[in-house]
């Protein structure tokens, strides 16, 4: 078995009495796509923002490649209000910045498009390699990162070739059609140089043929980089098309786990989209 | 401590005109999320209009009339300056209050021709000077507690049984939601907006029944104290601007009364900002969160 | 593209020698009182300001109103460093002479020789006051650098007027001189000096602002979530944007407090900042050729060609009745709420000296977003 690069751990998210996901524990391999999927308001863009360090989890556990990112147990307040289970098993309490968790190799995108609006294409990519710089702010001023900087600017235009934005590198960000903007938002979130990548509804707003692109992206670049993928999605199609394995959750709590083909036949699946008549 | 009782007097009267200013800045906080730096220079104008009405009518004539020119004042400046920016970002919106404000004070000094006006005939009865507890004061200092008092409850009534009332608290939850439900936005914005100016102009009647004159840069301070107590009592709450003003005019006579006249003004903004690191919400804000 | 690039900054390069000629021309020209020289002098301090303004403002998305306090400190820091030693009795009547017994100008004359050494020793006195402006920043920078938008701003307009009600202290006297002016400070010379010091100093904020920093800033301005999730520290990023527009907010505190001759805690009021914010954004937010322009138009309008709107003939119009004392104000203001509503992109947008210069191609960009 490939090791673990995404260890999730009995995670629960509470905003005061609402439980937005629930005891949700996860395991994600060198190398595999893993899709996270389940009905509007099943938790799941939560559940990337607990890993992301976006949302501190109420309780639960987070490993990186080993090494724990996120941990908590329900503090203050919370202590009283907590509804989840196995709160004793979380005595530290780990918390990072997204920033801090994306220097470590986890890298996003959003469901709702974020790009720098005032920047181009190019600067969008450029910036995001700040994270890795080695120069302070006196030798980045003055210019003494030289090297530093021209490499940056070549391997932006590598990441923009091969994401097929590089003729359009002197265009505004929010200038670009929808499609090519999730482009950019994913070559940004590579050029952080990440180990795992997250996408949050990659698919969101496409028709089926810029769909089956992204699909065919998705995998060359999982190929090139050597990433391990996961995602958010609501576009079946590519879920099923795209994914090793699949994480079902419903009302914050997993109901179901397993390859494509378990999934698609999964009773309580198919009731969590379609619904169960209470009285039959 | 019968030597801070004046101090605690004067306190309880400056935190009710400063609740009254309060209020507007906490109102317009409310519906567009906007700190109007104007709002305190609308206060001195009508200071400066009350010394030019009550040198030319009767008093019955002249309380009025600053009561309406100045309800007046925040609608225009509403209408001219704030209207137009309805969809542009927060800053555009703060500059234009800043812009006004600038406006406002020299175009006043160009009016009065940059000389502070002497407020040669303050309102009688409320002028008259009083004893209170062996203090020498004028009655306006009790008067105004009492009056703000008596109008924030007039005003919560409005707020909590009024149709527009109701509008008004619809749109500080929710701007967009509330415009979708038929709320006519815009005469929301302008009615908040006659409230604050009116309260501002009652502020300012008793405010400057105290000093000898009206100067354009009167209403800087009164103005960043009285926001400086939305602030602290958590803004967009009404009984938050109270109860902060009165905070904040007892904290500001009483470091007065210790001997520490020059850091008075400076105090409030320590409370201001201890205040903010502590509980950026104030006493009774409500918290919002940023969707991810 | 390459060539391009030189073409332009060839062009540029010409064009700060042909206005620095020019001031020295002026300089060799002109009595030292003279408007046009003072009107250079103070234009360019107030560029300075507002250019760091911009800096936080404009790049980094951090809506501060603290200026006036972090000019006042550096004000300060330059007026008491530097008033030469047999003058500070004078100054200091009321306190004794004052604590500081020295004067920068003249401990460097006295190490580098006379014309060199006090303009050294005075530099020095800026500098200073620039870092204490930036430790102060810091250390305010802690907490309410965690407050959102407005928040922030009116914690640093408090901030500002703390300060200015600190240094009116009678206790500090000794040190700040009370609420009395401190006076007798050198001067560093004519138009050209302040030019080239300032050019400098603009010169280095450009360059940063260019720098993978100012591209983290305004990825933070642009959108804080999507920055920190690209691993940008907002809390570091934050804290060093403030730092930096303060330290050169401190030092161009220091070069008004040089033009002007006499400094007084009462002079920093927010109003000060309001102006130079008004400045900012009629030059436009992130741009600092238009906070430049902006600042040298303002100040030339304000203290020369509107004159006359307060003295009763402009252009040849004669109306004592309506040209009399604050119609100038009236009128800059007025101008300023029709920038603010009408052309809320200022007069540069986001554009640089160099957008402009660049073939209609590469403007496009400009363009767009215009459209």
């Known amino acids: 078995m490939a090791e673990s690069v995404l260890h999730v751990e009995n995670v629960t998210m509470q905003f005061g009495g609402v439980v937005a996901v629930n005891n949700l524990s996860m395991d994600i391999y060198e190398g595999e796509i893993v899709a996270l999927i389940g009905p509007n308001g099943a938790g799941k863009t939560t559940a990337f923002n607990c890993i992301t360090g976006v949302y501190e989890p109420t309780n639960g556990k987070v490993e990186f490649c080993g090494k724990t990112i996120v941990e908590n147990h329900p503090q203050g307040k919370m202590k009283k209000l907590y509804a989840g289970d196995s709160k004793e098993l979380y005595p530290h309490v780990v918390s990072h910045t997204p920033d801090y968790i994306t220097k470590m190799g986890i890298a996003r995108t959003f469901q709702n498009i974020r790009l720098f609006k005032s920047m181009t294409v190019f600067d969008n990519v450029l910036t995001a390699m700040h994270l890795r710089k080695t120069s302070n702010v006196f030798s980045a001023t003055f210019r003494l990162n030289r090297k530093e900087e021209l490499a940056q600017r070549e391997k932006t235009l590598e990441l923009l070739k091969i994401v097929g934005l590089d003729e359009l590198k002197d265009e505004l960000a929010t200038s670009l059609p929808y499609g090519k903007q999730r482009r950019l938002e994913i070559a940004r979130a590579l050029a952080t140089d990440p180990k795992l990548l997250l996408l949050d509804e990659p698919a969101a707003g496409m028709n089926p043929q810029e769909t089956e692109e992204l699909t065919a992206f998705i995998r060359e670049i999982r190929a090139q980089f050597g990433l391990t993928i996961f995602l958010i999605e609501h576009h079946m199609n590519l879920v099923m098309d795209i994914s090793d394995r699949i994480y079902v959750i419903d009302f914050g709590r997993q109901i179901a786990a397993g390859v494509p083909a378990e999934i698609q036949n999964d009773q309580r699946v198919i009731d969590a989209y379609l619904g169960v008549d209470e009285d039959g | 401590m019968q030597g801070l009782l004046p101090y605690v007097i004067n306190g309880i009267s400056a935190g009710g005109q400063y609740a009254l200013i309060a209020i507007g800045y906490t109102l317009v906080y409310g519906i567009l999320r906007l700190i109007n730096f104007a709002h305190g220079d609308v206060f001195m104008v009508a200071g400066l209009i009350m010394v030019y009405a009550s040198a030319s009518l009767p008093m019955v004539l002249a309380i009025p009339l600053v009561l309406i020119l100045t309800a007046l004042l925040g609608f225009v400046i509403e209408r001219a300056a704030y209207k137009p920016l309805r969809s542009a970002p927060r800053m555009s919106l703060m500059v234009s209050a800043i812009g006004v404000s600038y406006l406002i004070q020299n175009l006043a000094f160009y009016l009065t021709g940059g000389l502070p006006q002497p407020v040669t005939n303050p309102i009688p009865w409320v002028s008259d000077m009083i004893t209170v507890f062996g203090a020498q004061t004028k009655r306006v200092t009790l008067v105004t507690p009492v009056l703000t008092i008596l109008l924030v409850a007039v005003l919560v009534w409005l707020t909590k049984k009024t149709k527009i009332g109701m509008a008004m608290r619809a749109a500080s939850k929710d701007f967009e939601t509330a415009q979708l439900m038929g709320i006519k936005i815009n005469s929301v914005i302008s009615f908040t907006f006659v409230i604050g100016s009116f309260l501002a102009a009652v502020g300012a009647l008793l405010y400057f029944t105290n000093y000898p004159n009206v100067a354009i840069t009167s209403g800087g301070m009164p103005g960043l104290k009285a926001f400086v107590a939305a602030v602290f009592g958590g803004i967009g709450s009404i009984p938050g601007a109270v109860v902060g003003a009165f905070i904040i005019g007892l904290c500001e006579e009483l470091i007065k009364g210790i001997g520490y006249s020059t850091f008075s003004d400076a105090f409030t903004f320590v409370i201001l900002i201890v205040v903010l690191c502590v509980k950026p919400t104030g006493l009774f804000g409500e918290k919002a969160t940023d969707k991810v | ?371």
């Open chain 3, 1 to 371: 593209m390459k060539k391009n690039n030189k073409r332009e900054s060839i062009i540029i390069a010409v064009i700060l020698l042909v206005v620095l000629a020019v001031a020295f021309y002026l300089d060799a020209k002109l009595p030292s009182y003279h408007i046009a020289i003072k009107v250079i002098k103070k234009a360019a301090v107030y560029s300075l300001v507002a250019v760091s303004m911009n800096l936080l403002n404009g790049f980094t998305g951090l809506f501060s109103l603290g200026q006036a306090g972090f000019m006042l400190l550096g004000a300060y820091a330059y007026a008491v460093l530097s008033i030469p030693v047999d003058k500070r009795a004078g100054v200091y009547q009321y306190f004794n002479g004052g604590i500081v017994k020295f004067s920068l100008p003249e401990v460097f004359s006295g190490i580098l020789g006379q014309n060199v050494g006090s303009v050294v020793g005075m530099i020095v006195a800026l500098m200073i006051g620039g870092l204490i402006a930036a430790l102060v920043a810091y250390l305010i920078g802690l907490p309410v650098l965690r407050l959102k938008s407005d928040y922030l701003a009116i914690a640093t307009l408090g901030f500002a007027e703390i300060v200015r009600a600190f240094f009116q202290w009678n206790a500090l006297g000794p040190l700040t001189n009370g609420s009395n002016l401190l006076k007798s400070y050198p001067d560093l010379g004519g138009a050209s000096s302040y030019l080239i010091l300032i050019g400098l100093f603009i010169a280095i904020i450009l360059l940063l602002v260019n720098s993978t920093y100012g591209r983290a800033f305004k990825a933070i301005r642009d959108d804080e979530i999507a920055a920190e999730a690209m691993g940008i520290n907002l809390a570091h990023h934050k804290r060093l944007a403030f730092i930096i527009s303060s330290f050169f907010a401190g030092v161009g505190g220091g070069m008004l407090a040089m033009y002007m001759g006499t400094v007084q805690a009462l002079s920093f009021k927010s109003t000060m900042t309001y102006e130079i914010l008004l400045i900012v954004v009629i030059g436009g937010i992130g741009s600092i050729t238009g906070s430049v322009i902006t600042s040298f138009l303002y100040i030339a309008s304000l203290e020369w060609l509107l004159r006359g709107l307060d003295s009763g003939e402009f252009l040849g119009i004669q109306a004592p009745g309506l040209f009399k004392n604050g119609f100038r104000m009236a009128v800059v203001s007025v101008i300023i709420m029709c920038v603010v509503l009408f052309f809320r992109k200022g007069i540069m947008g986001d554009r640089e000296l160099s957008d402009l210069l660049k073939s209609k191609k590469h403007t496009s960009k400009g363009g767009a977003r215009n459209g």
